[in-house]
Each structure stands twice: as C-alpha cells, then as structure tokens.
C-alpha cells in the first residue's frame, strides 16, 4: 500500500482529487476507433453526473475507474493514485478499500441474505471493516433503515424483495465503510419515477454525511439537475 | 485472499444451488461407492476364497496338476483323475508324522450338489476360515452308515430337516437317470452357514457310499446284484479305493520332507499339494479379471467427475452477475477461481462421506442375505490403508477436474468490466 493511496479516516494526508484525467482513451480491440474521454476534474466530497446514449462508453468509463481494465493512453488518478502503475491485485485492493459500486440492476450476491450483502465489502476489506462505525453489522443496519429496508427483509432471500429494494441494499453496500467514491452505473434506469427520486435523493443524502464523491452514470438528463459536476459523452458511431 | 470468506461463499453457494448439484453428488456418490464397493469386496473374497480351508497341510490324490486338485477336493469343481487305494491310505496312516487324515471319496451327487463320502474324522480335523470347525445348525453327525449331513445350503434350497429320507444320484449333474432309490438316506444333521463349499455339499459315511454302489461295479446297477440295507450292512464295507486325503502334520516342519515322499510314492502315483500354494496361486488367474473390474469402476469415477465438472461450467453462465459483484466489490480473479476449486472438493467430500454411509449400510444389510444365497461371507470391518488411499484419491480428482472451471473464470473475471454485460 502506498502511501497516497491512504486517505483521512487513519490520519494519512487527505487526497485533493476524487477523480482526475487527461487525454483518456480506451480501446477494446485494435480494429474499433478508441474511446476518447474529456478531461474530469472532480474534487473530494462532489459529485459527478455523466451522461451519454448507449454505445458512448459510459461503462468502460467506470471500469476504468474501477480500475478493472487499464487505459490504452492519457492519465487517470483516483484518489490521487495513479491507477496503471498499480498491479491487479493492488487495483482490487484498491477498489475495495476505496469504492462502492452499484449497477443497473441484479445487484446482489443471490445466495447471501440482505444483509450479508451490505457487509461484503467489509468481508473483503479490513480497512472497510474498520471505517465502518460503530461495527459492520450496525453501520449495515443504520443504512438498511435509512434507505428505507425493514428489518424483516434483512435475513431474507434476496429473490424476495422487490427491483427498488434491492437497488437501495446495492447502495447500502456501496456506502457501507465510507469509500470515498461510489460509482453508480445506470442504477434507477429499472426503476419508476417515483423510486428513482426517492434512491436518488437517499443516495446522495447518505454520500454528503459521509463525504464520498458519487459518480453517477445515466442516459436521463432529467436527473442532472441534482449533481455538482456534469459530463456529457457522445456516441463514437 | 481471504480463505474463510472464500470457504463462506462457497458453502453459501452450494446451498443455493443444492437442487443441480444434489442430482451430480448423487451420481458420484453411487460410482465412488461402486469403486469403493468392489475395492471392498476384492479384498473380502479373497479372505473369503483362502480361508476356503484352513489347518490343512496337504491335500493327497491321484497324480495331477495342483489346481484340478484343489479344485475337486476343496471346491467340488471338476473331477478326479484317478482314485487312491485303500491300501496306500492304510500305509500313510502307518507314517508317524502324519498326525490326522480324513478320507475323500467323490463321484455322486444329490440334486446337483456334491456327496462327500467321509469319515468321523472330518468334523474333528476339517477347518475353514481362521480354523472354524463346521457345525452343526441342527441334529448330529452320521452314525449310521445310511445318515447324511446337509450343507446349510442344501438343506435351504431343498427344504430339508433332520429326519428327511433322500436319495443320491449315481455321478455328477443336476439330473441323474441313475438313482440309488433301492437305498434312501436320511438326514440326520444340518449344518451352519460356513461361506465356503462346504455349505454346497453332503456328507455320508465311506461305507454309505460303498453300500450303495454294491453290484453298481460296472457304472450302473446290474439286477439281481443290488442288495437291500439289511443285506448290506452284513457286508464288510471297506471301500476299495478314496479320492483324496485330507492330511496334517505332527510337526508342520515335517510337510515338506511327508510332500517330497508323497509325491514319489512307489505304490502308485499320488500327488501331494500345498493348500495355500494353490489357493493362492488360483487366486492370482482370478485376480485378473476383479482387477480389470475395478479398472472399469476408476473410469466411472472419473466420467461423474467430469460430469460434475460439466456442470459447474453450464452454471458458469449464470454466475456472470454474481461474479461482477464480487469483483466490484473487490474480489480478486484468484478468489473467484477458489470458488469453483472449493465447492468442487466440499461436492466430492460430501459425495465420499454418503459413499461411506451407504457403502456400509448395504454390507450391513446385505451379508446375511449373501451368505444365505451366495455363500460369499462378507463382514462390516474398518477400511484397510488401500481402500482410504482410494478414496483419498477422489477429492485429489475432484481438485483437478475443478480447475477447467476455475481457470475459465480467472481468466475471465481479469477480462471482465465493471458490469456483468461483458462490453465485448
């Protein structure tokens, strides 16, 4: 673990950037046109609203982030660490210890209970486990109530419960522990309106009082009104 | 990597998809207890087969090759080459190191089983087993010389008691035109199951056999030659010729010195065989034919682990979206690839624990049966070194067999984005 990577909850020096790139580019194989990124700034505790039609390279964009996939050029820097010079192991660390994900829908691990799945990342992260306050099982719970889950779904299979439940378990797990940044990828395009202000009113809510950044990945421009930053890709084709 | 969430999220895993994967331990179950099974019982017959006879030194008969005359005297298969005089039997009883010997004679049969015409010599000398002496379930030796003594078997097929009246066959097979029918016998005792042939035969009295066979001398019954009981047993019924001998030594040391001797014989020739020397050496042209059996169930094995294998990796396609959050979450391509190793070694030990359970539920339940039926005594013991070692080998298997499906997800886990709809 380098040391740039630590951030304030143990005392580290803080990071300045959430997210910071330049001259980003991807390409999944050598006969497609690469994607082409502009430049993101976005400083810690903000949050970031990108938009683009299917095909603009939104979800590479978070992979990228996530730090599953490498750059084909340019420079990316979470959290004030540069993502390529880190080995796929450190990356997976580093996504575990510094990140929440949420995706469009099937969001959860469908053998674990409710609850199981908000405390995943804590089980695969110590530094999770130990951000988490008071302990894992209560931060989980506070959060399951906060977002609106009744403690008599928390031990239930999760086939039980219904599209916007499980969207609000998946943003329970993503802010379980206080990662700096929650990347959120199209997750209210499967639910109906009034679901999808009500996730993401408690999403971004949840994120300030624990100053993580949130980027939000949507194709409904009617929802970027609520963020700081806005991003907009176009379609490569 | 994180071992005990690993170790969790398979158990967690398994059991979410216990309905598929029930049906694939099930089938390696039954081929792990097939293997298991046979391993089991090669080694239980093979105790059965050798202790066959037991506390004899040597067999004696015609001259032969040792198998045919083992396989006459012990197992009643075949048939002998040739008789031994009752003179020479009377000369060997004279040799002091001989210490007991029990006489043989074949040659009839009742109902397809073998008659063994013998003397009070063979209950007090004749051992199987660990030197089981055959006893009698019910009534008593013969003392008459027109009593028999009924295997356990043959009293079982044929619904004898003590007291029944029989009649024997002239010669072997099933169906006999010859009948002793001018001379019935009756039963006078039953034995105990033994496992061994003895279960098949029955025993008369060296002079019950020659009374019947009086004006039989030329094979068949000459009328007007045949006599009745009450004439016979005015008889002198010394017979004139045995089969076989059945001989142990004063002093075992002496067997090889009595076997050398025997076998150059002047008075006629004889053979003289070590039982254990050709038990075992029949056991090694039968030892063929069960190792190519258990060759046959190690293919089963491996066929259900690959079916297994097969099975983890159709589930693969469903495990996309679980695999995508874990990986967001910050699994390691490692972790997931441990999944798959776990849960196919938790599957094959839990299929080699059910073997073991039904493996000895049905020795349990079945050894009586067998040895009623069969004869083949089979007892539940603890597994010996081998049979561990085979089914060690089984989650050894199941480990590699799973890393087709582990490799396949490690490396597609590194490949995979964010999402579990795979860009590419």
């Not at chain 1, 082409?36 to 390279?57: K, M, T």
């Not at chain 2, 179950?29 to 097939?34: A, H, K, P, Q, V």
């Not at chain 2, 000398?125 to 019910?138: D, W």
């Not at chain 2, 090889?256 to 003289?272: C, D, H, K, M, T």
Request: proline content about 5%; charged content about 15%.
């Amino acid at each position: 673990m380098t040391s740039m990577t630590d951030s304030s909850a143990d005392g580290s020096p803080l990071a300045r950037k959430t997210l910071e790139t330049g001259n980003l580019t991807f390409h999944w194989d050598k006969q497609q046109a690469p994607l082409a990124y502009p430049d993101i700034d976005l400083p810690v505790g903000e949050h970031l609203f990108l938009q683009g039609p299917s095909g603009s390279g939104k979800s590479t964009l978070m992979s990228l982030i996530g730090g599953l996939i490498l750059p084909s050029a340019g420079t990316l820097r979470v959290l004030d660490a540069d993502l390529s010079t880190l080995s796929g192991g450190q990356r997976d660390r580093f996504r575990a210890e510094h990140m929440g994900v949420i995706f469009q829908q099937f969001n959860l691990v469908p053998y674990l209970n409710p609850l199981d799945n908000v405390l995943l990342p804590c089980r695969l992260s110590p530094k999770r486990r130990s951000r988490a306050q008071p302990s894992p099982e209560e931060q989980a719970k506070s959060l399951l109530n906060a977002l609106g889950i009744a403690d008599e779904h928390w031990r239930r299979p999760v086939t039980r419960l219904s599209v916007g439940q499980q969207q609000r378990v998946a943003a329970a797990r993503a802010l379980i522990g206080t990662p700096e940044l929650i990347l959120a990828d199209e997750p209210t395009s499967a639910l109906d309106t009034d679901n999808r202000d009500r996730f993401i009113e408690l999403l971004l809510q949840l994120a300030a009082k624990q100053q993580s950044s949130v980027v939000f990945v949507s194709h409904d421009q009617s929802l970027a009104g609520r963020f700081d930053h806005r991003i907009a890709l176009e379609a490569t084709r | 990597m994180n071992l005990r969430l690993t170790f969790s999220l398979a158990m967690a895993s398994l059991w979410h998809r216990r309905n598929v994967l029930a049906l694939v331990t099930l089938t390696l179950m039954l081929s792990i207890t097939l293997l298991l099974g046979i391993q089991y019982l090669r080694t239980e017959v093979k105790q059965s087969f050798t202790s066959t006879i037991s506390d004899t030194d040597l067999i004696v008969g015609a001259r032969s090759g040792q198998l045919n005359l083992l396989m006459y005297t012990v197992f009643h298969i075949g048939n002998a080459t040739n008789n031994i005089r009752w003179r020479t039997y009377q000369d060997l009883k004279d040799d002091s190191r001989i210490g007991w010997m029990v006489p043989i004679s074949l040659g009839d049969s009742y109902r397809g089983h073998r008659v063994v015409g013998t003397s009070e010599q063979f209950p007090e000398f004749f051992r199987y087993g660990q030197g089981q002496a055959p006893e009698l379930s019910t009534g008593a030796w013969f003392s008459d010389i027109f009593e028999v003594v009924l295997g356990s078997e043959v009293a079982r097929t044929h619904r004898h008691a003590t007291g029944d009246r029989i009649t024997l066959s002239h010669g072997g097979g099933r169906t006999s035109f010859s009948n002793h029918d001018d001379l019935p016998f009756t039963v006078s005792g039953v034995l105990a199951p033994t496992g061994t042939p003895v279960d098949q035969a029955v025993y008369v009295s060296l002079e019950g056999l020659e009374a019947i066979h009086i004006g039989w001398e030329s094979g068949v019954a000459i009328p007007g030659r045949t006599v009745s009981a009450e004439q016979a047993r005015k008889r002198d019924l010394t017979p004139a010729a045995i089969t076989a001998v059945l001989m142990g030594m004063d002093r075992q040391i002496q067997t090889f010195q009595v076997q050398r001797e025997i076998n150059q014989y002047s008075g006629e020739p004889l053979s003289a065989i070590l039982p254990g020397v050709a038990l075992s050496e029949l056991w090694r042209l039968m030892g063929q034919f069960e190792k190519a059996l258990l060759g046959i169930t190690v293919f089963v094995v491996i066929t259900s682990l690959i079916g297994l294998a097969a099975v983890l990796l159709t589930l693969q396609v469903q495990r996309r979206q679980e695999v995508a959050i874990l990986r967001a979450a910050g699994a390691s391509p490692l972790l997931i690839a441990m999944l798959y190793v776990i849960e196919c070694v938790i599957l094959s030990l839990v299929a080699c624990g059910l073997a073991l359970f039904v493996g000895a539920a049905a020795i349990a339940g079945l050894s009586p049966w067998l040895l009623d039926t069969w004869g083949v005594q089979i007892t539940l013991r603890p597994l010996n070194s081998t049979e561990w070692l085979v089914i060690a080998a089984v989650p050894v298997a199941a480990l590699l067999v799973s890393l087709i499906p582990a490799l396949r997800a490690w490396q597609g886990s590194r490949k995979q984005g964010l999402s579990h709809a795979n860009p590419q």
